[in-house]
């Protein structure tokens, strides 16, 4: 089968596209033949090992698994002896954070981070739905979220930003969007109630307070943000920032409450990828939840697709078709 293969850690120049063996799966997992897959974040991370500590998962001097790809959209291929929910067939879309190998013709994984298809859904709209919506949905539920709250989504139009503002209109809070000119109407589209040109202001010295403050594209810090928030506001990130500080700040902002009071930040370790499928299944099928796609590749041009995400100017995601030589 084909699929990209990387042996080293490095740019996207370290794809490449190679004939492997088709894999084999477990007893617990299933056999997918990929139709789409996406490029983002996590990914071009992992690729790079960046930050340093991610070779602890991933293997310290070179990659343990060599084809990357974290969402994908496809069909049942065969399934293993002990699978239950799933046969071949069936048309599934999912998501694994510690990679799936979906950058490839086919792939095997757990049951658990597989789910079938609502019907009608395209599989470049299946593949886009996880990764980002899984990572908002982890800032989401690290606070205590209440109807007709303030929320700022800088990154708004970004995977997870696009996500963010749909999941916080879904549980009813009021949005205000930071993006650039261009992308107004889409982050109105999305759910936004207020929007903050960035090419034309500097959102953090908006006069609102707010409860919350998401940071979907790492390019802020709780010093920067901590007057927009209201008394206990809580600001979240999705980036390590500067030093790591967004590590360590939780441990710290509470020693340091005389000097910024009640507010804090919460580091969004990602938990619970079965919860986050099903509730974006369940959110597209009410019609409360859709992908954002920038643009597709073909897998042959992926080091492209790399190169494009890495600029940090995509909205939502960027989609890989998948064209097999023998299709069914």
């Known amino acids: 089968m084909k699929a990209i293969v990387y042996t080293r850690y490095g740019p996207p120049d370290v794809l ?157 809070v009021n949005v205000t969007a930071v993006c650039a000119t261009k992308n107004i109407e889409l982050v109105k589209s999305l759910g936004a109630g207020k929007v903050i040109d960035y090419t034309k202001e500097d959102f953090t010295k908006d006069e609102q307070k707010y409860d919350f403050v998401f940071d979907c594209v790492g390019k802020s810090s709780f010093f920067k943000c901590k007057h927009l928030l209201e008394p206990r506001g809580i600001y979240i990130s999705s980036d390590l920032g500067y030093m790591a500080q967004n590590i360590f700040l939780p441990l710290i902002t509470p020693i340091i409450k005389p000097m910024i009071g009640n507010k804090k930040t919460i580091f969004p370790t990602p938990t619970d990828t079965g919860g986050s499928i099903l509730l974006i299944k369940s959110l597209i099928e009410q019609g409360k939840f859709k992908a954002v796609i920038d643009r597709e590749f073909p897998l042959e041009q992926i080091v492209e697709a790399y190169k494009y995400v890495e600029k940090g100017h995509k909205k939502g995601n960027v989609v890989i078709m998948v064209e097999h030589r023998n299709k069914k």
Do not use: W
């Not at 981070?113 to 899984?134: C, K, R, T, W």
């Open 16 to 172: 490449q596209l190679r004939e492997v063996e088709k894999p084999v799966q477990k007893d617990n997992e299933v056999l997918i033949r990929v139709h789409a897959t996406t490029v983002n974040r996590t990914d071009c991370a992992t690729i790079r090992a960046k930050p340093f500590f991610m070779r602890i998962g991933t293997g310290l001097f070179k990659p343990k698994k060599q084809i990357p790809g974290t969402e994908f959209a496809g069909e049942v291929e065969s399934v293993g002896k002990s699978v239950s929910s799933l046969k071949a067939g069936d048309k599934v879309f999912g998501f694994d954070d510690e990679g799936s190998g979906a950058h490839a013709e086919f792939m095997t994984i757990k049951e658990d981070n597989v789910i079938i298809m609502p019907d009608d859904l395209s599989y470049e709209q299946a593949a886009g739905s996880f990764e980002g919506a899984h990572y908002a949905y982890n800032f989401i539920n690290k606070v205590d979220l209440k109807k007709g709250q303030n929320v700022l989504v800088n990154g708004a139009t970004g995977a997870i930003g696009s996500a963010a503002v749909q999941l916080l209109k879904y549980f009813d």
